[in-house]
C-alpha cells in the first residue's frame, strides 16, 4: 500500500510550478495562490517544513491520489515527532469516514476528528444536520497559515480557486484560536466561545473574521452588509454560488440605483441547487443594472470581495445561504488598497474569461431550467 503512496508522491512532486498559475506578491507576507494544483505544492511544500505542529481545518478530504498524498505526508511528519490535528467536515469528507486509509495512518501524534458526524437524531429532527463546518484552513508550526476555498479532492485539480498564505504572526495566532475552539466544542454550542475576538475593527489593515452559525451576531455576513452600504463607486464579488434572502438582494439593487459599479462572477460549470436558485434570481439584479458574469473555463470557486478598490475579503464564504445561516466559515480582511488592487487585477482576468449575461439571454434560458428553479426556489434557505 505504501508503494502506491510513494509512486503518488513522485508523480506530484515531479511537476514543476511553472505549469500552473502561480501567483505570488513577492517580499509580502501575504502570498495568493491562484489554482488548486499550486495551493497543494505550496502547502505541501511547507509541511514538510514544520517543526513543532501541523493543523488543518477542511471541508472535504477524500482518500483519492492528492488526499492520499496529504495524509501520507501528514503521517510521515507524525511518525517525526510532529503534533498533526485534521478537523473534517463529516458530510464534505464522509468518503475519508469511511475510507480504509484511516486504519492505516494512525499514530500517536496524529488526530482526526469528524465535524457533526450522523446520529440517530437526524431522522427525528433533520435540522441537526446543520451546522457544517465548511473553513479551509492549514496552520504551520503557529507561522504561517493558508485559507480560501481549495479542499483536497482530486475531482478540483483544475478548478479556478485562490488560496491566501499568511505569515503575518497575529492573524497567524487568531486563526489557531479559532481552530482550538472548534476543536474542543465541534459543535459550537457556545455561542460567546469567540467573544474575545469578535470585537473586530473593519477598518484594521488586516484582521479574520468567522462564522459561527449558532451566533446570532451574523459576523461575516452583517460586516459585508455594511461594507457594502459604503462603497461609493465599485464591488466586485467573485462567489460560485448565489442564493440570497431578497433582503439582501434589495440591498444590492439599492446600491447599484446610487450609481455604483457592481460586477458578480459566477460559475458556469456547477451542478448544485444553489446555481439553480442563483439563475432565477440575477433576472433582479442584472434588471437593476448589475453586471452579471459566468466563468466559463472551468469549475470557478473563488470567494472574495473587492470594496472601492480599497478593502477587501477572501475566504470560504459563498453567497449563499448555506454561508450565511448554516456554515462555519473564515475570511480574511484587509484594508490595504495594494492587496485590494492584487484581487482587482485577477477578477479583470477572470471576467475577460467569462460570459456576460444579459437581461435578453435571461428571459430566454431553456424552459427546463425555469421549472427546476421553481422547484428549488422554496429551499432558498437551505442551499
Known amino acids: 500500500m505504501f508503494i502506491y503512496f510513494y509512486i503518488i508522491d513522485i508523480i506530484y512532486y515531479s511537476i514543476s510550478f511553472n505549469q500552473f498559475k502561480y501567483f505570488y506578491m513577492k517580499h509580502d507576507i501575504y502570498n495568493l495562490h491562484t489554482s488548486s494544483n ?3 505544492l505550496a502547502i505541501l511544500e511547507k509541511i514538510d517544513e514544520a517543526h513543532t505542529e501541523i493543523i488543518v481545518e477542511e471541508f472535504i478530504i477524500t482518500p483519492c491520489p492528492i488526499g492520499t498524498v496529504f495524509l501520507k ?3 510521515q511528519k507524525a511518525r517525526e515527532g510532529i503534533q498533526v490535528k485534521i478537523l473534517v467536515d463529516w458530510w464534505g469528507s464522509k468518503q475519508l469516514y ?25 431522522l427525528l429532527k433533520p435540522k441537526r444536520f446543520f451546522p457544517r463546518n465548511h473553513r479551509k484552513l492549514f496552520i504551520i508550526d503557529q507561522k504561517i497559515i493558508f485559507l480560501g476555498g481549495v479542499c483536497l479532492s482530486q475531482d478540483i485539480k483544475n478548478w479556478r480557486d485562490t488560496m491566501l498564505e499568511i505569515h503575518d504572526i497575529d492573524i497567524v495566532h487568531k486563526a489557531h484560536y479559532f481552530f482550538q475552539e472548534n476543536w474542543h466544542s465541534l459543535k459550537a454550542k457556545n455561542v460567546h466561545k469567540y467573544q474575545e475576538y469578535y470585537q473586530n475593527d473593519l477598518n484594521a489593515e488586516n484582521d479574520l473574521i468567522i462564522h459561527n452559525p449558532d451566533d446570532t451576531q451574523n459576523v461575516i455576513y452583517n460586516n459585508l452588509c455594511d461594507k457594502l452600504k459604503s462603497a461609493h463607486t465599485h464591488i466586485i464579488i467573485s ?12 440591498l444590492l439593487c439599492n446600491i447599484a440605483q446610487k450609481g455604483v459599479k457592481i460586477e458578480i462572477i459566477l460559475s458556469r460549470y456547477s451542478e448544485y441547487s444553489a446555481y439553480i436558485v442563483g439563475q432565477y434570481q440575477i433576472g433582479q439584479l442584472i434588471k437593476c443594472g448589475i453586471n452579471v458574469y459566468y466563468f466559463n473555463p472551468s469549475m470557478f470557486h473563488l470567494k472574495a470581495i473587492v470594496i472601492d478598490k480599497k478593502w477587501s475579503a477572501i475566504g470560504s464564504f459563498n453567497l449563499d445561504n448555506l454561508s450565511i445561516f448554516h456554515n462555519e466559515e473564515i475570511m ?5 488598497q495594494k492587496f485590494a488592487h492584487k484581487l482587482v487585477n485577477h477578477a479583470k482576468e477572470d471576467i475577460e474569461l467569462a460570459e456576460k449575461m444579459t437581461y435578453q439571454t435571461w428571459q430566454n434560458r431553456p424552459i427546463k431550467d425555469k421549472i427546476m428553479e421553481y422547484v428549488f426556489y422554496p429551499f432558498k434557505y437551505y442551499l
Open 239 to 250: 462567489t460560485p454560488y448565489l442564493s440570497l434572502n431578497q433582503k439582501f438582494l434589495d
Open 98 to 122: 469511511f475510507s480504509k486509509l484511516l486504519e492505516i495512518i494512525q499514530h500517536d501524534n496524529l488526530t482526526i476528528k469528524f465535524y457533526n458526524p450522523p446520529q440517530w437524531s437526524w
Open 73 to 75: 505526508r501528514l503521517h
Open 38 to 40: 499550486a495551493t497543494w
Open 332 to 336: 480574511f480582511i484587509s484594508a490595504c
